[in-house]
């Protein structure tokens, strides 16, 4: 992983760390010295990742926690937790996020808002309540994991680029609003990256849209953890209501 100077000692709250392209994140923060708190669903997997990280080095400064994203009352108690721990919180990566891929015709208006409010509101909500902590210190970076289906959409599964482009909006809005208190608030645009969330579409699908990758491969979790960093660290302090493209090409 890239090192950032600028990241050492930062707290750092990374939303769907537990595993894929938030996890390679988690440790991309580890690894560059900043304090980590590692949002997941459930008990089981965030054991599991602090299990998986503390084999790699054992006096990594992370905490697990799992609170439920759609509840504001579990998200302050987490956010109690971290500046507990902490002391405060510098960088927020709301990276939680499921994809879809069901056709209009199958859909109902719950299903369409399920998705919404994972890759939506729950950024939205960490986001608010992230952000007056950030606006005391006059200093602070937020980003957000769009997709390259923010840019391009997709044949089915339409409340997931739907979700995105929410996403690049709410990035390029905060980014004009939170710029004059020194919050930056960019977004990245994974393209195919090589995790279970990618596993689990259809294969032809997959071998059809590699096939058309200029930099001919599936990304890595680590091409967007580095992204990430990058995004949040002083290296990109004059970037903010960018999103940027991580795709080997594909969309351009
Ligand atoms: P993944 O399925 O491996 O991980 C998703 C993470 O989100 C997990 O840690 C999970 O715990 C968390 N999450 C999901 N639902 C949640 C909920 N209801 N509450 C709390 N946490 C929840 O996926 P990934 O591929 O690493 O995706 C991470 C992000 O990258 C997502 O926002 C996804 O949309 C985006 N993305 C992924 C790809 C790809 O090719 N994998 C491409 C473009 C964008």
């Known amino acids: 992983m890239n090192q ?18 938030g996890y390679e994140t988690v440790r991309g923060f580890l690894q560059n010295g900043a304090k980590v708190a590692m949002l997941g669903s459930r008990q089981e997997t965030v054991n599991k990742a602090l299990a998986r990280l503390r084999e790699e080095n054992a006096s990594y400064p992370v905490l697990g926690c799992y609170p439920d994203l759609q509840s504001e009352t579990e998200v302050k108690e987490m956010l ?22 069901t056709s209009l ?6 299903h ?7 890759n939506v509101d729950a950024m ?16 602070g970076a937020i980003v957000n994991t769009s997709s390259m289906v923010s840019l391009y ?60 990758i200029p930099l001919q491969r599936l990304g890595k979790p680590e091409d967007i953890a580095d992204a990430i960093l990058f995004l949040a660290s002083d290296a990109a ?6 999103v940027l493209s991580v795709d080997g090409g594909f969309v351009g």
Request: proline fraction near 2%; glycine fraction near 10%; include cysteine.
């Open 4 to 21: 950032y100077p600028s990241l050492q000692d930062k707290v750092v709250i990374v939303s769907g760390g537990t595993r894929g392209i």
């Open 80 to 101: 109690d937790a971290v500046t507990t721990q902490f002391g405060t919180v510098d960088i927020l990566v709301n990276n939680a996020g499921v994809s879809d891929a």
């Open 105 to 110: 015709y199958d859909y109902d208006d719950q």
């Open 112 to 118: 369409f808002s399920d998705v919404m409010k994972i």
């Open 124 to 139: 939205f909500r960490l986001t608010r309540l992230c952000a007056g902590m950030m606006k005391e210190k006059g200093k």
């Open 153 to 212: 959409a997709q044949r089915s599964g339409s409340a997931y680029p739907t979700s995105k482009f929410a996403v690049n909006g709410m990035s390029k809005a905060l980014a004009r609003e939170l710029g004059k208190d020194g919050i930056r608030v960019n977004a990245v645009a994974p393209g195919i990256i090589g995790t279970d969330m990618v596993k689990a579409l259809d294969e032809n699908l997959i071998t059809a849209m590699a096939a058309n």
């Open 237 to 242: 302090s004059y970037i903010t209501g960018a």
